[in-house]
């Protein structure tokens, strides 16, 4: 199971972009790369997935380099609102692969 | 709208009771989970089960069993509560690719 690891905290004010960079360097040939994000007192919520190159969707951007050992997730533009916990998750999706989720990585934003 | 829904929000319990959360999916989902998430410590997994019947240990399945009865009903079993018991309780859905996941709302449990 590939390990992940992420910062365990960034700091941004409204308006910019944040990139949160996930290492990986285990990652096996079925893997996807999954991100997710969590506010306070709730469950945590899927953002975005991806396998390789870029994928972007209307809340965020992956970008996953050729060799695939890590991955960024880009929020742009930041709000007060998009202070949270954000999760990058490594797993096939074989029957082996348990949704296991690290610490994260601790977003604030600030106005 | 997918909806995962824990049957308690906050929940107090006496030391060595028995306690039952419960969770509801009604997406036909064959994978369920749960989690326990203590202040930094991010969320571990304590057992998943992947259908009806079955189910796996996470990596802190000790003090906890699981039991899935039927597809969309996942419940989670503190044989004897304890103290370190305390914490957030999250459940969760997926297809079987587990390509997403969706969580309900968390339980809180306190246990005194």
């Known amino acids: 199971l590939a390990k992940t690891t992420q910062p365990i905290s960034m700091d941004s004010y409204e308006g910019q972009e944040v990139n949160i960079t996930c290492s990986h360097n285990n990652i096996a040939t079925n893997d996807y790369i999954t991100w997710y994000q969590q506010f306070p007192s709730q469950g945590p919520r899927f953002i975005i997935q991806?396998?390789?190159t870029k994928v972007t969707n209307e809340v965020a951007s992956l970008f996953i380099p050729a060799d695939r050992k890590s991955s960024t997730l880009s929020l742009p533009r930041v709000s007060l609102s998009d202070t949270a916990v954000y999760y990058c998750l490594v797993g096939s999706m074989d029957s082996s692969y348990k949704l296991i989720f690290g610490s994260g990585t601790r977003l604030l934003v600030r106005p | 709208d997918v909806k995962v829904t824990q049957s308690s929000r906050y929940l107090v319990k006496r030391t060595g009771e028995k306690v039952f959360l419960e969770c509801v999916q009604d997406m036909d989902h064959e994978n369920m989970f749960w989690y326990r998430q203590d202040p930094g410590l991010g969320l571990r997994l304590i057992y998943f089960s992947y259908d009806v019947k079955m189910k796996e240990k996470g990596d802190i399945p000790e003090g906890y069993s699981v039991s899935r009865e039927k597809k969309e009903r996942f419940s989670l079993i503190l044989e004897s509560a304890s103290t370190n018991q305390t914490s957030m309780y999250l459940c969760?859905?997926?297809?079987?690719?587990?390509?997403?996941?969706?969580f309900g709302q968390g339980t809180r449990l306190t246990v005194v």
């Open positions: 991806g396998y390789k």
């Open positions: 969760a859905s997926s297809t079987r690719d587990r390509r997403q996941a969706f």
